[in-house]
């Protein structure tokens, strides 16, 4: 869910250019992985593993829109 957060935030980032989203998407990758207490390395082992067992992703998946959504009404009724 984290990760779907930090991509939406940098998408709203108009004032950097194009070619340079991927080194500040990096950037603030790197820190909330490291707040997670996780590596790159591990989150994309753990990503694969999902992918390639759809019906487990499936399940995942579908918690973490759930969970968005719980969100983003939140944030409406604020």
Do not use: C, T, W
Not at 3 to 8: G, I, K
Not at 63 to 68: E, K, P, Q, R, T
């Amino acid at each position: 869910m984290e990760v779907h957060l930090l991509e939406a935030r940098i998408d709203e980032v108009s004032v950097v250019p194009k070619d340079s989203i991927q080194l500040v998407y990096e950037h603030y990758e790197n820190l909330l992985f490291d707040s997670l207490g996780i590596s790159k390395e591990q989150y994309e082992v753990s990503f694969n593993y999902y992918l390639s067992n759809p019906k487990e992703f499936e399940k995942i998946y579908s918690a973490v829109v759930d969970s968005l959504l719980q969100k983003e009404k939140i944030a409406k009724e604020e």
